[in-house]
């Protein structure tokens, strides 16, 4: 039997939120089915300009339609039932190739598809809460920078707020999606800026979590020590909301033990109050932290921010980390370039247990396979993606024998080094949070090879803390300027408490004149 066209929505699909979403559905003003078509149909619409999304799910009118006859029939739903999501490609989809970007992982284009048998578990946790993935979305070959999407085998992905600019990556379509209201919210993970890099660029608030708070099990690894997940949404309450469903501990990621105890009781969106920063001691950016100067814009652009911080009652501290030492403990791994990549010299050994979590059938089931497959672009070699990690001295053991657990001494001393000074200044000045221009100058050209200048990338991955970047204004070339702020492991409720009181005194966000 043919099933009847959806019905209109009813609602704009324009910067739809969550509660806006759900209320509708709830009161039948439009229906899960009818959202996801209109945003298939406007995915089919833009997607070929902004190259957003790898693959459409071929099966998201079916879970709409399974949602809408469980609500008719007075279910209890999960807690974004129905909300049309896009979830990053390197993350495990069953039914769906994980391609990392990469034309060596895929079929199409000459190389291995890798099909898991299992989602990943922030994939299965978004299913659990009923939401309706729409595809997974456009990444730079294995997630290898910050800065764009340039090299996927699918072809760049542009910035949704500024076409011509740097779209921020590794997350780049997922960011490019949320942008442009191809979908609610999405998934993005992080190893040194792929969350608040992308989220930044593109005027997006993004959850970059503490180490261990989300699980990545099932996800194409860059470090399992610095990997990260986290939702992309176009307001607070939203992120807040993705992060409720996929913070907590799974026995198939044993790390995430560390963060029980450490949710917020009443969730992510518990302590959201337009009051959240009265009172609030928050640092600013200095030398203390990084001895790289704002340019002048973005020096211009972060007064403002504070005068606005100020209105809302925040105390400012100015550059608390002065004198600390904080800054002397960030370490170039390529001559000439700010990324720290301590804590990636494990890659080889992190993707042969990714590869054997996709389950027996699996394409490939060990490192070796995997090079051997993909030797012809080998990511290592001089111009691969991830030839970088070549100048890391505990790199080379790891490659040799990937199937042993790497020396990791020197991330170790790295993120104590961090954690110990981080805390102790945090504690010297009483301080509830900080709050950094993201990013220290306006974004380059899209295919201008530049890089993006950011404030937290990797102090913030190495020591394992969180951030959540929120919309702040923008340069004179339309590029979005983002905050981001950064507190203690597991203080997400409260830096989020904290983005929401000044993202609802500035509503700084404003939807994108699409091409």
Known sequence: MTESPAPSPAIDLVELTVETAQAAMA?????????????????????????????????????ARAIDRRRAAGEVLGPLAGIPVVVKDPMDMVGIPTTAGWAQLYSKTGGVDLMPATDSPVVARMKAADTVILGKTNVPILSHTGADANDSFAGPTLNVAAPALLPGGSSTGTAACVAASLAVLGLAEETGGSIQNPASAQGLVGIKPSHALVPNAGVVPLSAHRDVVGPIARCVRDAALCLDVLAGFTAEDPKTIAGVGHKPKGGYTSKLSKDALQGKRIGLYGAGWRNQPLSDEAASLYAKTQAELTAQGAILIADPFAGSGFADLRQQTVPGQDFDARGMESVPYDVEQYLKRLGPDAALKTFAEFAAATAKDDAFAPGGALHYMTYARQFAACLANPSVPPDLSDFVEAREAYMEIFNTVFAAEKLDGLCFPQMRTDLAGLHSGGRIDETTVSEI???????????????????????????????????????????????????????
């Open 27 to 63: 009161d039948g003003t439009t229906t899960s089915e009818a959202l996801t078509q209109a945003f298939l149909d406007r995915i089919a619409e833009y997607n070929p300009k902004y190259n957003a999304i790898l693959f459409v799910n071929p099966d998201a009118l079916e879970t």
């Open 461 to 515: 991955n190495i020591a394992g803390l969180p951030g959540v970047t929120v919309p702040a204004g923008f340069y004179a070339s339309g590029a979005p300027f983002n905050l981001i702020f950064v507190g203690p492991k597991w203080s997400e409720a409260e830096l989020l408490a904290q983005a929401y009181a000044y993202e609802q005194a500035t509503h700084h966000r404003r939807a994108p004149k699409l091409l």
